[in-house]
């Protein structure tokens, strides 16, 4: 069973005051370490976060951060893999805009530069391939929430092994992006719609450093049909109502559907 988690860390603020990083980046590496992800994807994580995480996560844990150009302005969605479990075998990430590969670019009416970050690993006991992405659509625009989505569903439907892809996606289940990212351009699964669990108070996952939720399920697990998702997780782990992020993370489990010899080698 493989255990893949999203996780949305909220990004170094220091007008954030009690709920900055420095006070909270502890328990972030407790809930993680808890709950043992073998794939990690975060998002709104700054280079200062992202090292500081690789070096507590150390050794059980590797960063993917291939081809990275590090800029102190920016917040990069980020794999982490269990090394004991994968072997790396390659990556990449690019800009969501018209000029994927210039740094920072943006397009439409996206507020931020927004990217995605992609690896392919093999499974060490079984030899199996598979490709992750984690990204973080918009939080304004609209128009760029799609346009992001439509990026990511031609790049996937080039992909010739499964995918898993994960973030924040800035919009709710049956919207514009998540029909582009399910149906459009891959045949790609909601792990918390395909395990039937219901769109409500209790499935929203941002919640404002107060654990009370608000909005929609915006940060979403999806996968190709190789996969099936056994379960799915809200994590609302705090410390006394002292939460990680303002957002919950999402862990799902999955294992795979097709047998060895259709494990979706390139």
Not at 37 to 49: A, S, V
Not at 126 to 139: A, C, K, N
């Amino acid at each position: 069973m493989m255990r893949v988690m999203t996780f949305n860390l909220r990004f170094e603020n220091a007008a954030d005051g009690p709920f900055a990083w420095e006070f909270r980046r502890d328990l972030v590496v407790r809930v993680i370490s808890r709950h043992g992800p073998h794939i990690l994807g975060t998002q709104e994580g700054t280079r200062n976060q992202l090292d500081f995480l690789a070096e507590q996560l150390f050794p059980q844990y590797e960063m993917v951060a291939a081809n990275r150009v590090w800029d102190s302005t920016c917040q990069y969605p980020t794999l982490f893999y269990k090394k004991q479990d994968f072997d790396f075998m390659e990556g990449d990430e690019f800009w969501l805009s018209t000029t994927p590969r210039v740094h920072r670019s943006k397009n439409w009416d996206s507020a931020f530069p927004r990217m995605m970050s992609h690896a392919s690993f093999q499974e060490k006991h079984s030899g199996r391939e598979f490709t992750v992405l984690v990204t973080h659509l918009d939080h304004l625009g609209g128009k760029a929430r799609v346009e992001q989505s439509r990026m990511i569903g031609e790049w996937l439907a080039q992909q010739c092994r499964p995918c898993i892809l994960m973030g924040d996606f800035n919009d709710r289940p049956g919207s514009r992006v998540h029909r582009i990212l399910t149906e459009d351009y891959k045949n790609m699964l909601d792990t918390w719609q395909t395990l039937h669990k219901a769109e409500n108070e209790k499935s929203m996952t941002r919640h404002d450093f107060q654990g009370s939720p608000e909005k929609f399920r915006m940060d979403w697990i999806i996968h190709s049909p190789q996969f099936m998702a056994r379960e799915a997780s809200i994590l609302r782990d705090n410390r006394e109502g002292f939460y990680p992020s303002d957002h919950y993370p999402y862990l799902a489990m999955l294992e795979w559907r097709s047998p060895l010899r259709d494990g979706g080698r390139c």
